[in-house]
């Protein structure tokens, strides 16, 4: 089998290969064979046919069966005999059959790139500093109390966080349109759930007032028809409700899992979350500039056919914080998030995934099982009282285990290229040094 490899620049290569005629013809009787052992031909019993005839009615159809089943033997072969080492599959072009009955065709494949490191001991990391103190964890509990708390009627001017309860009636040009009224309808003021023009004018009112509001519907609005059109609303203002951040009592605290139900214990726990959020915040952080560093210090090319796999699997990934409906339509989803919007996250995170595995390479670094356990058992620490579950589920399911392990080794190469990095310290505010983790994330 005659294999040659062109090169039309960058990572393309181009397999040209010609299968001998001998193989064609060999793989041909054979299919012809297999076909005539039950053909039924008149004048002639099943399988009793001549040779001749079988190929003059089979001959052709075998020989383009046997085309695809030929390329599929012989691509893994000619890749060996070429030494390359493709990055995805291969698009493949029939040239067809030579004069003497051999088969050509092309492979066009994408190759991995060569990668020789450098910067591995130049790189330099800030490490941020932050200390949990008294005021953090009132600003935690402060930022608890707003999450659970109720609302009570007041006999006051509705304000912005107010919830309201009213019934209206719009018309434009005097004349009532569809989704125009509602009875008991609740909004909560300033959260922007309702027309802005409508929000605002019902800030200022009392509970028992009946007015009229104009409110101009937005250029952009869904409903085509009230589009930039101004709709006057007759409104009843039925309840205005005022938020009450929720108190500290002990059944409150226990039903947010601190059995001695008291302050203290709370504000040790939120102590301990706190404390936890900041560590994670540092690594993750230090990690990050460590990859930053490795990746700026190697530039290379990727090959396309890993960046399409990973837009794929950015896309499905940021699928998963969309509705139901929108994750099970496959054009919707790309038209919201192109190719495009992903190409160059998606490019360095291939090329990151390259960097990783040439420095574990050529640092000889083997995966560490006893921090393959320690990450398990802080992964499962997280689920409580079912950690051991989630031990056992982990364990059972090998896609979830080498994610794991993924994520150690990647650690390992991180401690590995801090050994020999500058490390300065910086003192950084709690606020600032999560919310950049939550922007990482």
């Given at each position: 089998m ?13 397999l040209?290969v ?13 299919k ?14 099943p ?9 003059q ?6 020989r ?7 390329v599929?033997?012989?691509?893994p072969?000619?890749l060996?005999?070429s ?15 030579d ?13 991995y ?31 608890i ?6 609302y ?14 009213l ?11 569809e ?5 008991d309808?609740?909004?909560?003021l ?12 019902l ?8 007015f ?12 085509k028809e ?11 203002l ?8 929720a108190?500290?009592?002990?059944d ?23 404390e ?5 915040a ?5 990690k ?6 490795l990746?700026?210090a ?27 409906q ?5 054009e ?6 192109p190719d495009?919007?992903?190409?160059e ?18 640092r ?9 356990d320690?990450?398990?058992e802080?992964?499962?620490?997280g689920?409580?009282?079912?950690a051991e ?23 390992q ?17 709690l606020?600032?040094?999560l ?5 990482a994330?």
């Amino acid at each position: 089998m005659d294999v040659s490899v062109e090169n039309p620049g960058g990572l393309k290569r181009r397999l040209k290969v010609q299968i001998p005629a001998e193989r064609v013809n060999g793989a041909v009787d054979e299919k012809v064979k297999r076909v005539g052992a039950n053909a039924r031909i008149p004048g002639f019993r099943p399988g009793k046919a001549p040779t001749k005839i079988l190929y003059q009615r089979y001959g052709e159809q075998a020989r383009q069966e046997v085309v695809s089943e030929l390329v599929q033997q012989t691509y893994p072969e000619a890749l060996q005999q070429s030494e390359l080492n493709p990055a995805g599959q291969p698009e493949i072009e029939f040239d067809g059959f030579d004069d003497d009955g051999a088969l050509s065709y092309a492979a066009n494949v994408e190759v991995y790139p060569e990668i020789e490191l450098t910067g591995l001991d130049d790189i330099s990391v800030e490490k941020p500093q932050a200390e949990v103190d008294d005021d953090d964890i009132d600003n935690t509990l402060t930022r608890i109390r707003e999450q659970n708390k109720t609302y009570e009627e007041v006999e006051r001017e509705a304000a912005d966080g107010d919830k309201v309860t009213l019934d209206y009636v719009g018309r434009i040009d005097g004349e009532a349109f569809e989704g125009g009224s509602a009875d008991d309808m609740t909004i909560t003021l300033g959260e922007q759930q309702f027309l802005p023009d409508m929000e605002r004018g019902l800030v200022g009112h009392t509970a028992g007032e009946e007015f009229n509001l104009d409110v101009t519907f937005p250029e952009e609005y869904g409903a085509k028809e009230l589009a930039g059109k101004t709709a006057t609303f007759e409104i009843k203002l039925k309840s205005v409700a005022g938020p009450k951040p929720a108190e500290l009592t002990e059944d409150f605290i226990k039903e947010m899992g601190i059995e001695e139900g008291t302050e203290d214990a709370l504000r040790a726990r939120v102590r301990e979350s706190l404390e936890q959020e900041v560590k994670h915040a540092i690594e993750t952080s230090v990690k990050t500039q460590v990859m930053d560093n490795l990746y700026e210090a190697n530039p290379i090319e990727v090959p396309q056919p890993m960046v399409a796999q990973e837009i794929e699997r950015m896309r499905k990934e940021a699928s998963q914080r969309l509705p139901e409906q929108l994750q099970n339509n496959p054009e919707q989803l790309k038209q919201m998030l192109p190719d495009e919007a992903l190409q160059e996250q998606a490019e360095k995170r291939v090329a990151l995934g390259l960097l990783i595995a040439e420095v574990i390479s050529k640092r000889e670094i083997e995966l560490d099982q006893s921090k393959v356990d320690e990450k398990m058992e802080e992964v499962a620490a997280g689920y409580g009282d079912q950690a051991e579950q989630v031990k056992q589920y982990y364990q059972q399911n090998p896609q979830l285990m080498q994610g794991l392990q993924a994520m150690v080794m990647e650690q390992q190469v991180v401690d590995n290229l801090l050994e020999n990095a500058t490390i300065t310290e910086k003192e950084t505010e709690l606020d600032e040094l999560l919310n950049a983790n939550q922007n990482a994330g």
